[in-house]
């Protein structure tokens, strides 16, 4: 079972940056595509970016285009978030998730890590 861990989460001003790593606990996640959710309260997990086990394919969500950079080191068996012009409306608990699809649907994602918040204050 492939345990995953979110790091980089924190409090920020709007127009700040911050970078999340998610890495596993154990083994490894270089055969998984990966992606990044978020939540807040009373609303359900949205979908952020999600990159495919090889680094060349990315997709994100239209919220997040141009300002979120999802990316991978298999050397360093990590993947990256590194998010930009953060907002208000970005605050929310941010989760990594594995998959062996590329897919938008937290339903399709197997292993998933305990999350880390953001706060972005105005």
């Known amino acids: 079972q492939v345990q995953l861990v979110e790091t980089g989460g924190g409090l920020v001003q709007a127009g700040g940056s911050l970078r999340l790593s998610c890495a596993p606990a154990?083994?490894?996640?270089?055969?998984?595509?990966i992606g990044w959710f978020r939540q807040v309260p009373g609303k359900e997990r949205e979908f952020v970016a999600r990159?495919?086990?090889?680094?060349?394919?990315?997709y994100y969500a239209d919220s997040v285009k141009g300002r979120f950079t999802i990316s991978r080191d298999n050397a360093k068996n990590t993947v990256y978030l590194q998010m930009n012009s953060l907002t208000v409306e970005d605050t929310a608990v941010y989760y990594c998730?594995?998959?062996?699809?590329?897919?938008?649907?937290?339903?399709?994602?197997?292993?998933w890590g305990q999350g880390t918040r953001v706060t972005v204050s105005s």
């Open positions: 998730a594995g998959s062996i699809v590329r897919s938008e649907s937290s339903a399709q994602y197997t292993h």
């Open positions: 990159i495919d086990w090889t680094g060349t394919s990315t």
């Open positions: 154990e083994h490894t996640v270089r055969s998984y595509n």
